[in-house]
C-alpha cells in the first residue's frame, strides 16, 4: 500500500514523506530521538564518522572480522584502523582486546555486532566514557536484537544499520543513523546531501558530503517491514531453533547457544563451524553446492584482505580466532519463507557430508 501511494503520488526521490515517516518510527523503535534514512549500511558508517569531526591520522578501534566497510570507512576518511580479536563462542569484538589497544590516539570504536550475538557492552562504554572515546554501534546485523534488555542500536554516539537484501528489515539497498545527539544529527543530514546551502544559497557548500539519500519507495518498503519486525525476529529464531535441534547432538559441527548471560540468539544467520579435523569450510561449502544447497562463508579477516595488505595498512598482524572463524565457518540458508521440509533437507545433507 505503501510503494503504490508513494507511486500514484510521483513522490518517488528522497523528498518524499514517507522517508521522514521511516526515519522517526524505525528511531521510536530503537529508542533514539533522530533517525537519518541514507543509501546503504556503508553510507551510513561513514557519514557517523565524518560527524564525529576527527583528525587525519586519530585512531579508530574497530574489528578484525567484520565486512570490510568497517575498515574502509575509516581509511577513506584518513584515519587509522586499529583491528581487535573476536571471542570464538560469540563471534563479536573482544571488550579486552579493545581496552589493551586503547590509547591517546584512541578517538572513536566501531562496536559491530556480528550474526547472532551483539558484542558485550558494558567493559567497552564504561572505558569510553571515561576517556571521551565516541562509540559508533554498527547494529546492521541486530535489528530487534536486545543487550541486557536494551535495544541495540540505542548505544553510543551514533548507531549504524543496514537494509540490505538479507537483513531482518529490507528497503533492496538502504540504510539508517541513529543517534539522540541533535547537532550530530543536524550534520548527517547535510552530509548524506552533498552539504547544501539553504534558501537562495543553496549551492554554497561548506563540507564534503555525499549523495547517499534513501528514495521515497525505498522508505515505503522500510515502513511496511517494519510493520512486521516482531514477526520477523519470531520467525528467525523458530528456523534457528529447528536447526540447534537437529544439528547440536553432531560433534563435528559446532552450533552457538540459542542464549548467552546477555542477549538471546537472534539468528540473522544461521552460523555454524566445521570441526577442523573433519574438513575446511570451504570444502563444505562445494560439496553442499553440489548437493543443491547454498551456503555462504564467514566473514574474510580485514588483516588478510588483498587490497588492504597492497596498501600495508595492517603490518605484521595476526588474529588467530578471526581467522578460525572464516577457515571453519560458514552459514546455511535461513530466509524467511524457509519451509520445514527443506530446514530437514539441509541438515540431513549437512550431517551426511560431515
Not at 93 to 110: C, D, L, S
Not at 322 to 348: A, C, D, M, R
Request: proline share 4%; aromatic share 10%.
Amino acid at each position: 500500500i505503501y510503494v503504490k501511494n508513494s507511486l500514484n503520488t510521483n513522490w518517488i526521490s528522497s523528498e518524499g514523506p514517507y522517508v521522514k515517516k521511516f526515519e522517526e518510527e524505525f528511531s521510536k523503535f530503537n529508542k533514539r530521538k533522530f533517525g537519518i534514512a541514507v543509501s546503504s549500511g556503508t553510507a551510513a558508517l561513514e557519514i557517523s564518522l565524518k560527524a564525529l569531526k576527527l583528525k587525519p591520522r586519530d585512531e579508530i578501534i574497530i574489528p578484525a572480522f567484520s565486512i570490510i566497510s568497517t575498515a574502509l570507512c575509516v581509511i577513506k576518511l584518513g584515519l587509522r584502523p586499529v583491528l581487535v580479536d573476536c571471542d570464538l563462542s560469540t563471534w563479536n569484538m573482544m571488550p579486552e582486546q579493545i581496552i589493551k589497544k586503547i590509547n591517546r590516539k584512541t578517538k572513536g570504536i566501531i562496536i559491530t555486532h556480528i550474526y547472532g550475538f551483539p558484542v558485550d557492552l558494558e567493559k567497552i562504554i564504561k572505558i569510553a566514557r571515561k576517556k571521551n572515546i565516541k562509540i559508533i554501534e554498527d547494529a546492521a546485523e541486530m535489528i530487534g536484537q536486545k543487550y541486557k534488555n536494551r535495544m541495540c542500536g540505542s548505544f553510543g554516539e551514533a548507531s549504524t544499520f543496514s537494509f540490505y537484501a538479507n537483513k531482518h528489515i529490507t528497503t533492496g539497498e538502504g540504510g539508517m543513523i541513529l543517534t539522540d545527539n541533535k547537532k550530530f544529527y543536524e550534520k548527517c543530514v547535510s552530509l548524506r546531501n552533498l552539504c547544501f546551502g539553504s534558501g537562495n544559497n543553496r549551492f554554497d557548500h561548506d563540507d564534503i558530503g555525499w549523495n547517499y539519500r534513501l528514495t521515497n519507495v525505498q522508505a515505503a518498503i522500510g515502513c511496511g517491514q517494519l510493520k512486521n519486525i516482531n514477526w520477523i525476529i519470531k520467525r528467525k529464531r523458530e528456523i534457528g531453533k529447528r536447526y540447534t535441534d537437529l544439528l547440536k547432538t553432531n560433534n563435528r559441527i559446532y552450533i552457538q547457544p540459542e542464549r548467552n548471560k546477555f542477549a538471546k540468539n537472534i539468528y540473522w544467520v544461521f552460523g555454524i563451524l566445521i570441526n577442523p579435523k573433519i574438513d575446511s569450510a570451504k570444502n563444505i561449502i562445494s560439496k553442499l553446492r553440489k548437493l543443491k544447497v547454498g551456503t555462504r562463508p564467514f566473514f574474510y579477516p580485514m588483516h588478510k584482505q588483498p587490497v588492504l595488505k597492497k596498501m600495508e595498512i595492517f603490518k605484521k598482524t595476526y588474529f588467530p580466532v578471526s581467522e578460525k572463524l572464516y577457515e571453519q565457518g560458514l552459514y546455511l540458508p535461513s530466509g524467511l519463507t524457509l519451509k520445514e521440509e527443506e530446514i530437514k533437507v539441509v541438515s540431513q545433507k549437512l550431517k551426511m557430508i560431515v
